[in-house]
């Protein structure tokens, strides 16, 4: 197209082709969508003038001497000297560059407006709990969390879809998940202010080694958004679906000290393996769980959740319940792994330095010649086979439920003391197993934290039942010297073992209608009961309800799992209450 003379009527110039460059289009008029289909777009005077009138009739202006004001403008626009003329091959070389190559960047801020768009963050919609995922493309790779909605995109380039929100919705401030950075789009500058320092804290919270130490001993009460009360570490947790046995283990391990103080401490960063994404989203938990910042009075497990799906092939999922204990062992197990730890060799990792015991099986052949009555007792001249095993939970048997029922028709619940039941590992009561009689002793040193599984439920080919027998159990000074087979190298015989109760899992069966031909059904729920040893208190939580619970009533509930911790050498004993 041959170039035009200035003294062009401007009504023969508004239905003509732009003589601009595109990419000098672009840098003119950024505020108008550019169409980069291979051809270049005519801007005519229509097209320009409609989106500035109606601007100006939303805004309440005269659209007359808005109309003016545009008419003078593009008369000055084709006075100007007309462009040279590029080259040769130079226009096929600007049709081939693509029209975001023209787009301004800014490394900085504008002098004065450091501040720009700040005031458009909404804190309240702010929950970096959930897996960190574009809302758009589903990709975990340089995701930006946006402060004005909440939403996740990725990237934050001039293709991106953190790009595209800016220019589209005209939300403008984005923080990355990963470096903690917070830029302005679509300009692409840093800001550095300090008023966003609460922001990045809640997206992953690091407490310093001084008030870790301290979290058991001062007393810290803190405040959300909305100005409600919470204790750290004594926060609810979203029960997504039906998640509230993963709840009540992560709850319980949380309150683990060593355990607890490791994950929170502990850089993760450069771990970069799929199974160390496990410790790594679970430490981000463990500290989110004690956050002295947070925006809100409880927290998501769905980032851990979705790895742990993920990495148990779906075995464990917020969809479906499971068992807390076969959760824990697999937990456990798997952590120890993500940890580096050795398949062979114990002591390798904290999960084994803080929960693994020895423990001796005698196992004895039971012949045909045994008496029908006393088939458990072991025959001196029999041999007897003698193994050493490691642990990370024992398992508690409890005695038949009965079958019958009191005077008012009810059936009667039996209780049983936490001692009676340890007896299974004194070295003289015996068990059968399959054609074996076996018999356990605890080996020293026990370790400085126990885990007890109350076996509740057992399955056959028709049925799972459960046995609704109560433990009753002291909350402190708990002696497993008994159950320890004697060493003076590693402990003075006759000194007590004194053990405390950390937390507490506990079942409770809730009976729900149901279509089928029984008419009713049992659905299973779980809650942990954990110790404030800042304030010497008990809360019981279940999801996101948590409730203060007195000391002496503990025991009635249905003890799944119990964590004990080994009382530490000259501490004051304690006396202990049921």
Not at 307 to 322: A, C, P
Not at 334 to 341: F, I, R, S, T
Not at 489 to 506: C, K, Q, R, S
Not at 511 to 531: L, P
């Amino acid at each position: 197209m041959g170039k035009r003379q200035a003294e062009e009527l401007l009504e023969d110039l508004a239905v003509k082709d732009s003589p601009l460059s595109k990419k000098a289009r672009v840098e003119d008029f950024p505020d108008h969508k550019v169409q980069h289909n291979g051809h270049s777009p005519s801007i005519s005077a229509a097209a320009l003038n409609r989106p500035r009138l109606e601007d100006d009739a939303k805004n309440g202006k005269d659209i007359l001497a808005a109309a003016d004001q545009w008419q003078e403008e593009l008369e000055e626009a084709a006075a100007s000297p007309p462009a040279p003329q590029a080259e040769d091959g130079q226009d096929e070389q600007d049709e081939e560059q693509s029209v975001y190559s023209a787009v301004l960047r800014q490394t900085a801020p504008t002098e004065g407006y450091s501040d720009l768009y700040l005031d458009t963050i909404n804190r309240s919609v702010l929950d970096f709990d959930f897996e960190k995922l574009c809302s758009v493309s589903l990709s975990n790779i340089n995701v930006y969390a946006c402060l004005v909605c909440g939403k996740y995109y990725q990237g934050r380039g001039p293709k991106s879809y953190a790009y595209f929100h800016a220019l589209e919705i005209g939300h403008h401030v984005y923080v990355n998940m990963q470096t903690k950075k917070v830029y302005v789009l679509p300009e692409g500058y840093e800001v550095t202010s300090k008023s966003l320092e609460d922001i990045k804290f809640v997206v992953d919270p690091q407490l310093p080694k001084e008030e870790v130490v301290q979290l058991d001993q001062v007393a810290r009460d803190a405040w959300d958004l909305s100005g409600k009360k919470y204790r750290p570490g004594f926060v609810g947790m979203n029960n997504i679906k039906a998640n509230d046995y993963f709840n009540a283990i992560i709850q319980a391990l949380a309150h683990v000290p060593p355990l607890r103080n490791f994950f929170m401490l502990e850089d993760f960063s450069s771990h970069t393996t799929s199974s160390s994404e496990l410790a790594t989203r679970f430490s981000v938990l463990v500290r989110k769980i004690w956050n002295t910042r947070a925006f809100k009075t409880h927290v998501s497990p769905h980032e851990l959740l979705q790895q742990v799906s993920r990495q148990s092939n779906k075995k464990f999922d917020l969809l479906h319940q499971s068992d807390p204990v076969e959760f824990l062992s697999w937990f456990l197990n798997n952590m120890h792994l993500a940890l580096g730890g050795s398949k062979t060799k114990p002591g390798t990792s904290i999960i084994h330095r803080v929960f693994q015991g020895r423990l001796k099986v005698e196992s004895q052949r039971i012949t045909a010649k045994a008496d029908a009555g006393d088939r458990l007792r072991f025959e001196e001249a029999a041999e007897v086979i003698v193994d050493t095993m490691r642990y990370l939970m024992l398992t508690l048997d409890l005695p038949a439920a009965p079958l019958f029922q009191d005077e008012l028709d009810r059936n009667i619940i039996p209780q049983v003391p936490l001692t009676s039941i340890l007896s299974k590992y004194d070295g003289v009561k015996a068990q059968e197993h399959l054609s074996m009689r076996k018999r356990y002793r605890l080996l020293h040193p026990l370790p400085p934290f126990l885990l007890f599984h109350i076996k509740r439920f057992s399955k056959n080919k028709f049925v799972s039942e459960r046995n609704p027998t109560i433990v009753t159990f002291p909350i402190r000074s708990l002696d497993m010297a008994p159950y320890v087979e004697p060493n003076p190298a590693m402990h003075p015989p006759g000194e007590p073992i004194w053990y405390d109760l950390v937390a507490n899992v506990t079942h409770e069966a809730v009976r729900t209608r149901d279509d089928s031909v029984e008419g009713e059904a049992e659905r299973k729920v779980w809650r942990v009961q954990i110790r404030d040893r800042a304030r010497d208190e008990w809360l019981q939580v279940q999801d996101l309800f948590v409730e203060r619970v007195a000391a002496e009533t503990l025991f009635t509930k249905e003890s799944y799992l119990m964590v004990w911790e080994r009382r530490r050498e000259g501490k004051r004993k304690e006396k202990g209450s049921n």
